[in-house]
């Protein structure tokens, strides 16, 4: 049963337009909220994260918005870049668990 | 340069052929991690440890084993490799248990081929 959902495969956007990628959970015991970006032939870095205390998480050109009644969070980035071109990962852990759950991932492509 | 280094970057071997995947970190970090990504299913966790000589099982942990007998080092053992062991690896580490510090700094993965 996956507990973190990315339901969209691959996004495309525009240069300077807003990339929104969404992630749904079905546990809600999750309290944390990661989002993690990996590049091909690397592994995955940190990008941004959130508490279930709080709805919002501002870092530069990336938010993180997290509505728990809907178990969804999104990210967003504004303006977009090419460089921005990666696979981009939800995951999510409850307090108390050592492991991190993680989405399938969703490939955004910035067009030029 | 604080890093996560895994050995070998791509390995192909044959069914049944016992096989080790390094992993070491210079951050001096307790909690380690192995993870898997496969097409579809993203990643998902094989085993982990959270300080020397304690390890336990992640979501996937069947036909692998692991050890944790210096805090840099954590090695993935497949001791009877299967084609269904055909992945990616990625080894992570974190300074602290994972509960509070959730930052996972991973290695740049290990493309396993099993024929």
């Known amino acids: 049963d996956q507990q973190v959902k990315q339901n969209s495969p691959s996004l495309s956007v525009q240069e300077g337009r807003i990339s929104i990628l969404n992630c749904d959970y079905t546990?809600?015991?999750?309290?944390?909220f990661l989002w993690y970006k990996k590049y091909p032939a690397e592994g995955p870095t940190f990008l941004i994260s959130i508490s279930s205390i709080k709805d919002k998480n501002e870092d530069g050109r990336f938010t993180v918005f997290l509505n728990k009644s809907a178990k969804h969070l999104s990210l967003h980035i504004v303006p977009s870049q090419p460089g921005d071109s990666a696979v981009y990962f939800c995951a999510a852990k409850q307090g108390g668990s050592e492991k991190l759950v993680f989405g399938k991932g969703t490939k955004l492509t910035v067009n030029p | 340069e604080a890093q996560v280094t895994q050995n070998p970057r791509y390995l192909i071997t044959v069914t049944g052929k016992k096989l080790t995947v390094t992993c070491s970190q210079n951050?001096?970090?307790?909690?380690m991690s192995w993870y898997r990504q496969d097409p579809g299913l993203g990643l998902r966790q094989i085993y982990y440890s959270m300080n020397v000589e304690v390890t336990d099982k992640g979501d996937v942990p069947e036909g692998y084993k692991v050890s944790r007998k210096e805090k840099r080092n954590f090695p993935l053992i497949l001791e009877s490799p299967s084609p269904n062991q055909t992945s990616l690896y990625f080894c992570a580490s974190s300074p602290d248990r994972v509960e509070t510090n959730e930052k996972l700094f991973f290695g740049s993965g290990t493309q396993l081929s099993v024929l």
């Open positions: 951050m001096n970090h307790e909690y």
């Open positions: 546990n809600s015991m999750f309290d944390y």
